[in-house]
């Protein structure tokens, strides 16, 4: 059956549901065979998550880093195109 469409937790968490479910019959996720049930839940999170166009990072609160004035935020790694180390953005 085909992946649901919508992002809200509810679909999110059929669509884990759903994969899982469909490994434990088949021992597949879509072409891949993941190694244990941890892997292919994993596996089947992160297909859900990107299929409702959000990251599972997000969708569990962030990297929230303090600044200076003691201000909370989402910080953005941005990778710099000389290849040199990332930098983080507050």
Do not use: F, H, W
Not at 23 to 43: H, L, M, N
Not at 52 to 73: E, F, H, L, N, T
């Amino acid at each position: 059956m085909p992946l649901k469409k919508g992002s809200s937790q509810k679909t999110i968490s059929s669509n884990i549901g759903e994969m899982v479910g469909a490994y434990k019959e088949t021992g597949k996720i879509g072409t891949s065979r993941p190694k244990s049930k941890v892997a292919a839940a994993k596996q089947a999170a992160a297909i859900a998550y990107d299929k409702a166009g959000k990251s599972r990072k997000m969708a569990k609160g962030g990297d929230v880093i303090k600044k200076a004035k003691g201000v909370q935020g989402p910080a953005m790694i941005v990778k710099k195109k000389d290849g040199n180390r990332p930098v983080k953005i507050y």
